[in-house]
């Protein structure tokens, strides 16, 4: 029964429904729009066919340049440092010591809570005028930083929020930790080698699937940032934090221009597109998956 | 005419493009323990599944108790299945492990209850019946796994290599366990394994499987006697049986000659068909090998390089003089008087020697052993 | 270690595992600190007057009060907060269930058949996970306006009931790889059919893992906050994520311990359930990373 390919194929037909309807049937859907002049109050039939028009009215836009220029910025920023944190806190607490239970907790929880409009609310108070933050800074003798009034001090804000969560791939990591063999390190010192040394000719190695695994899931991730941005400094001041996913929002539901909007989401999909191609491509040259162990002893 | 209780009819099966029984025919009858054995890979488990149904085959027939059942569902073949690894249900307890097919069948509780008592009863397990399969030991989770299979009464009972995860003392107590049940129950049943002691003490029959084919069926005892072929004869007997390349220097009706590098033997054979002149397989099991006394005539000569003292027996590897192949494995009383590198002679039992063609075949059989026709096949 | 075989260095050496653990948890404690101290400052202020508020870095109120919850629990609406609590866990349930329904039953599929094209249809499943959903936003906001869908909850689960979230599936496939066949097959052999094999005994064993996607799918549509921005227009359907972007919009500048009262509450059935349930946090988001 189970090479019936007949009732198999029973079982996945939500999903090909599912993704036809809601992901390949939209996906398309949105590059035909892209090359429509389509307006969100107007019927779909007064549209009119454009051409590449709306991707030539970007290179012009002086406002999707600096999207576009912000939101590299916020992932090339965020993502290293969050995967680099992550790392570290799991290589300090892959210790056996008590109590190691209980900081897992603490620092995975604001991942799981961080994406939610409360923790924006409470993120726009403690970088507020007379916020936690500069009420801190005040007892030691700063003055007054006006965090979410000025364009550098605002998109730190907002990475400090996506930092805040590195709790995620700190667990991922962890667990990517947990496996590799005690005895390679036992192996290692008897070989005399270093601590350091051996974080990076064995914890390194054999943790860069796990590493992969969490590189691309940030860098997706990333790019589509919208919740805490759009509600703590709502991409200003100056759209100095204004990614494209608040863009693309602003342009289709708050200017109704839905043709440029979907023109927009184009891009930041072939953007990831290209980023997650790039790494999957590369994925052969540097990581290093334990069924091959014997092919690449010899690195 | 008697129906047989399981047939096999020219049964093939391909995995993606790779035949993985290569046309098996073989017929079981009411009652028989029959035992698969084969080395990993040779096809056993498959043919156990063909049977089961888990699998179809890409071509013959399979009649179970008279029905052709070659494409039934599993549940409705009139088999149950013992696993390797139990495969018990981790979230029911005993009791709902046992009842689950009867509950499938939808029988009535009252039924079901006895029902499973019953199986209970027989194989011990009635105080474990709450029991979650997490608190029990191997060998009260293996009583189940049965218990879960007597208690459909099936027609033929399916074991895939069910000893496997047991420690070597459980495994020999839950052999005798399975034969006292089976000579109980007088059920017909199909029993998969890779270990020869396992087939030798539990089968009325044994089939052989290697690559896919049968080589040879036939009782325990026949098959130890009488090995159609080298590979049955390497693979029943445990140590192997030791081969010598010779050639045939006559034939006689009662003997053939043989010409060994060290000598010259005269193998007494029945039915022995070959010609002078052609290579063969001269071949002696370790327990028919033995160390000449001084004024004794012997066979052969050598040195002993590894003794394996065992306690109750001893194993002495011995290498021939002037001979590069595989050393000789003699089996020897527990208590016998030999050192490393010590010069020995030996003797063969010729009367329980066997002798192979160059494509494999047996040639003739030991008069020994002529007259005692079990009921062996060859195929 | 070959330097320990100096004398000299026995006397520091002895100390290392205890030198070790003290700067690993002096880390590790002003790690935790810095992370939890945003929630506790939450919490803590939701008691504080709003003067208090804006005076100390303290978490501790001094002198605790419930204005904040009486005065935001009423909200600057017509509605209270207990309507918004209610119109999300509107959404989020049946958003769990369909998700949960339909990511097993796919799942099922595609780790136990041989179907045509699998290959093929697996790498889409991926493809979804990747996929930015703000290129779909425009053409799904059109077609539900098609169906008739705006100001209702259906666009917020509908698309859910069909496996839609890629992640989830890929979670549960990972999960029944990892399973050995034969219990199955004992099930086919007792006489189950395919889909009481899932019912009777898959699903019973894959219990933690319905149990991470169930909790993980409640935590993110819990945080969701675009999607019903886009389709629901009326105040009285709002979830909790836009009534509160809604009351700082409309008092931020006056109530802060009214806003994070509420924001305390928002969190409160995500936080009680990370507590409860923090295993199956660790092991949904490690099963598809280490596993896979």
Same mark, same amino acid.
């Given at each position: 029964m189970y090479s019936n390919k007949w009732i198999g194929s029973l079982y996945i037909t939500p999903f090909v429904i599912g993704f036809l309807l809601f992901t390949a049937f939209p996906f398309i859907a949105s590059f035909v729009l892209s090359l429509t002049d389509a307006r969100l109050q107007d019927q779909l039939g007064a549209a009119n066919f454009v051409g590449l028009s709306n991707y030539t009215e970007m290179a012009a836009d002086s406002t999707f340049r600096q999207s576009l220029g912000v939101t590299f910025a916020y992932v090339f920023i965020t993502v290293p440092l969050k995967l680099a944190f992550a790392l570290f806190i799991a290589v300090v607490l892959n210790f056996k010591l008590k109590g190691i239970g209980l900081f897992r907790t603490a620092f995975y929880l604001p991942s799981i809570l961080g994406g939610s409009v409360a923790i924006a609310v409470v993120w726009r108070f403690v970088f507020a005028g007379d916020g936690l933050l500069n009420q801190a800074l005040a007892g030691i003798g700063i003055g007054g930083v006006n965090w979410l009034g000025e364009p550098t001090t605002a998109m730190f804000s907002i990475v400090l929020l996506r930092l805040w969560q590195f709790g995620s791939a700190m667990v991922v990591f962890l667990a990517g930790l947990k496996a590799i063999p005690e005895d390679l390190y036992e192996a290692a010192d008897l070989d005399g080698a270093s601590r350091l040394k051996q974080f990076f000719m064995i914890t390194l190695p054999l943790l860069t699937p796990v590493l992969f695994f969490n590189f691309i899931m940030q860098i997706v991730q990333a790019f589509q940032e919208f919740n805490g941005p759009y509600i703590i400094?709502? =991409? =200003?001041? %100056?759209?100095?934090?204004? %990614?494209l996913p608040l863009m693309i929002y602003e342009e289709a539901f708050k200017y109704f221009n839905l043709g440029y909007s979907s023109a927009l989401s184009w891009v930041l999909f072939i953007i990831i597109a290209v980023f997650t191609a790039v790494a999957f491509w590369s994925q052969k040259h540097w990581v290093f998956y334990a069924q091959d162990r014997d092919d690449k002893g010899g690195h | 005419m008697s129906v047989d209780s399981v047939r096999l009819t020219d049964v093939r099966k391909t995995f993606n493009g790779h035949e993985v029984i290569k046309g098996v025919s073989l017929e079981v009858k009411k009652g028989e323990l029959v035992v698969f054995v084969g080395p990993s890979g040779c096809g056993k488990s498959t043919l156990l599944r063909l049977i089961a149904g888990l699998e179809t085959p890409t071509s013959g027939q399979i009649d179970i108790a008279g029905r052709d059942v070659t494409y039934a569902h599993p549940s409705k073949r009139g088999v149950a299945m013992v696993f390797q690894s139990y495969?018990?249900?981790?979230?029911?307890t005993v009791f709902d492990n046992i009842a689950f097919a009867l509950k499938i069948q939808g029988l009535p509780k009252a039924e079901i209850e006895h029902k499973v008592n019953a199986a209970a009863e027989t194989l011990q397990l009635t105080h474990l019946l709450k029991r979650r399969p997490k608190a029990l030991s191997g060998g009260q989770r293996q009583r189940v796994a049965i218990g879960r299979a007597i208690v459909r009464e099936p027609d033929v009972f399916l074991f895939d290599e069910p000893l496997s995860n047991l420690d070597a003392a459980l495994r020999g107590q839950m052999r005798v366990e399975i034969a006292r049940l089976h000579t109980k129950l007088n059920a017909t049943s199909v029993y998969v394994t890779h270990d020869q002691v396992e087939a030798m003490t539990l089968a009325d029959k044994i089939v052989v499987l290697n690559a896919g084919r049968i080589e040879q069926v036939g009782s325990p005892l026949d098959l130890y006697r009488k090995p159609a072929n080298l590979f049955v004869a390497g693979f029943i007997g445990s140590p192997r049986m030791n081969t010598i390349k010779a050639r045939v220097r006559e034939v006689s009706p009662d003997a053939v000659g043989l010409d060994l590098p060290q000598t010259l033997l005269s193998v007494p054979r029945v039915g022995a068909q070959v010609a002078a002149g052609a290579n063969v397989t001269f071949g002696v099991r370790p327990e028919n090998l033995q160390l000449a006394a001084a004024d004794e005539e012997a066979h052969l000569s050598g040195y002993v390089i590894l003794i394996e003292r065992l306690g109750g027996e001893t194993f002495a590897y011995v290498t021939l003089k002037d001979s590069e192949g595989e050393p000789l494995i003699m089996k020897l009383d527990g208590e016998a008087a030999l050192y490393n590198h010590q010069e020995v002679r030996l003797k063969i039992d010729l009367n329980r020697a066997h002798l192979f063609a160059e494509d494999g075949q047996a040639i003739g059989v030991s008069p020994d052993f002529s007259d005692k026709t079990d009921e062996s096949v060859h195929v | 270690m070959a330097s320990s075989l100096n004398p000299a260095d026995h006397g520091w050496r002895k100390h290392l595992p205890v030198i070790n653990a003290f700067v690993r948890y002096g880390l590790l404690i002003l790690v935790g600190f810095l992370m939890i101290y945003p929630l506790l400052w939450m919490i803590g202020g939701a008691f504080k007057n709003n003067a208090e508020i804006f005076s100390s870095v303290g978490f501790i109120p001094k002198s605790p009060t419930t204005d904040g919850f009486i005065n935001g629990w009423k909200t600057s609406t017509e509605y209270t907060f207990a309507t918004y609590l209610l119109n999300t866990m509107k959404i989020v349930v049946p958003k769990v269930i369909v998700t949960v329904i339909s990511s097993v039953i796919v799942a099922y599929g595609f780790a136990r058949f041989a179907i045509p094209g699998r290959k093929w249809l697996f790498a889409l499943l991926m493809a979804t996970v990747l996929l930015p959903k703000s290129v779909l936003l425009i053409p799904q906001y059109l077609m539900f306006r098609e169906f008739g869908w705006l100001d209702t909850y259906l666009p917020l689960y509908a698309p859910q009931a069909f496996a839609t979230e890629g992640f989830f599936v890929f979670m549960i496939i990972q999960f029944m790889r990892s399973l050995p066949l034969d219990m199955e097959e004992a099930a086919v052999m007792d006489g189950c059919n395919s889909f009481q094999v899932l019912t009777l005994i898959v699903c019973p064993v894959i219990l933690p893992a319905i149990i991470s996607v169930a909790l993980f799918q409640f935590m993110w549509s819990m945080n969701d906050f675009l999607q019903p921005l886009i389709y629901l227009s009326s105040v009285e359907k709002y979830p909790v994520a836009l009534a509160l972007k809604m009351s700082i919009d409309v008092t931020e500048a006056t109530s802060w311990n009214e806003i994070l009262a509420m924001s305390t509450i928002a969190l409160a059935p995500s936080l009680i359930l990370f507590f409860l349930a923090q295993k199956y946090f660790v092991e949904g988001v490690t099963s598809g990373a280490v596993k896979g």
């Open positions: 400094t709502a =991409g =200003g001041p %100056l759209k100095s934090s204004y %990614l | 495969a018990l249900y981790p979230h029911m | -």
